[in-house]
């Protein structure tokens, strides 16, 4: 079943210094180096160490990033799988959103790279399951906790991230943080809170 019904969500902390979060350095470093093979396993270890602590969006971020490394490998297969297996743990986690938000970007990577039969089956696949959950569950709102939605940049004042999280060195997209309130986000990766700055225009 790709998307479970949501289950209560638990409090999102920040990795510790050692251990997870200097695996997820170590990985980083990897990636930007073009040693694709051998970041990959540190997400997938990242991504169940996430998951089995319910931390579904996390997990999610980390398999995804598995999956950009199998991808840029040349590892068509692998992608794939890790891929479907971030849309699951999103899907766990009452994400139904970001599952829309992430699907046309991963589909789009397929493309550009030529695996366009790939690209249109998972696209399929996805879609068809997304068609079959109950109308309240195929976009999900943010939590009352929360008082802006995941992956939605603030509009009321231009603001930019730094290209890279301070904490734990990891990519920082706008359109795949979630932005807590107006001049900061929470890295996907590592869960450290993320100062944005006013752009100058």
Known sequence: MLFRPRRPRRPRRPLRPGGPLQLLGRAQRLFE??????AAPIFERL????????????????????????????QVDLALKRGKQALRLYGRGGLIGKVQSILPRMVQALEDRGYHAQAQALRSEVEARLADLPPERRVAPPGPAE???????????????????????????PDEVTWLDQASAECPYCGSVIKATETSG
């Open 147 to 173: 008082g802006w939605p995941g992956f939605r940049r603030p509009e009321t004042a231009p603001r930019e991230l730094p290209a890279q999280c301070p904490s734990c060195g990891g990519p920082v997209r």
């Open 47 to 74: 991504a169940e160490g996430a998951a089995g602590r319910g931390m579904w969006s996390r997990a999610g971020d980390l398999a995804l990033q598995a999956a950009r490394c199998y991808l840029e490998a040349g």
């Open 33 to 38: 180096a073009g040693q694709y093979q051998e």
